[in-house]
């Protein structure tokens, strides 16, 4: 049987996001900063249902061995059939991550020497999430990669590099403008003018 992401999981995520909004704002956190960080957490239940769904129970196998695939660039399937399968499965794995790079810098004050380091910190993290599944479940469904790390690795550093431009545009046009920043808009400027 497989276990698949469903409404129900979804529901759980909002809880638990109502409830930790609720712990924030106890402790005087910004209606803006409230806001993005609701975004953010919804980003990170969407990424949840990709990387620990589906998975499979009640079929453990005896003879188990975790699928493992420890050599760069190596992809496999990668012959003339299958080419569409990997491409799509290359980009999709950066794309899994921008919205990360590029958002994580509104919910904390990140430095740009860490960045490598929380990219690498997100990737083997997904990786990890997967093969404890995989581990759990006695199951080989999913495969762990050191290709998806890198492509989320990179998908994080290129998230991070469009908040930076998108921050020194923001800052460019409003101060060039003479912009009087109000409401959330200040927010956006604080985190821009920080990360510079």
């Known amino acids: 049987m497989m276990i698949n992401f469903t409404n129900t999981h979804l529901f759980i ?14 402790k005087n956190k910004s209606f803006s900063y409230l806001f993005f960080f609701s975004i953010f957490l919804l980003y990170i239940i969407s990424v949840v249902s990709v990387v620990a769904f589906p998975f499979p129970i009640g079929y453990p196998n005896p003879d188990f061995k975790p699928s493992v ?3 760069p660039f190596d992809f496999g399937i990668c012959h003339p059939d299958m080419l569409p399968l990997c491409i799509r499965n290359i980009y999709e794995n950066i794309l899994l ?3 990360f790079g590029f958002g994580v810098g509104f919910i904390f004050r990140v430095r740009s ?5 929380l990219a690498v910190a997100v990737g083997f993290t997904f990786e990890l999430i997967q093969l404890i599944i ?3 479940t006695r199951n080989s ?5 050191i290709n998806d790390v890198i492509l989320n690795v990179t998908g ?9 431009i998108f921050g020194w545009l923001y800052s460019y046009i409003t101060n060039r403008l003479k912009i009087h920043h109000r ?3 200040t927010y956006i400027y604080d985190v821009v003018r920080q990360s510079q």
Do not use: E, Q
């Open 156 to 164: 994080v550093l290129l998230g991070y590099g469009f908040f930076r």
């Open 97 to 99: 991550t921008v919205p």
């Open 134 to 136: 995989s581990f759990v």
């Open 141 to 145: 469904f999913r495969v762990v990669d």
């Open 13 to 26: 995520g909002i809880v638990i996001l109502a409830i930790v909004l609720i712990i924030l704002w106890k």
């Open 113 to 117: 020497k860490n960045v490598l380091w």
């Open 183 to 185: 409401h959330i808009f």
């Open 69 to 71: 695939n420890l050599v």
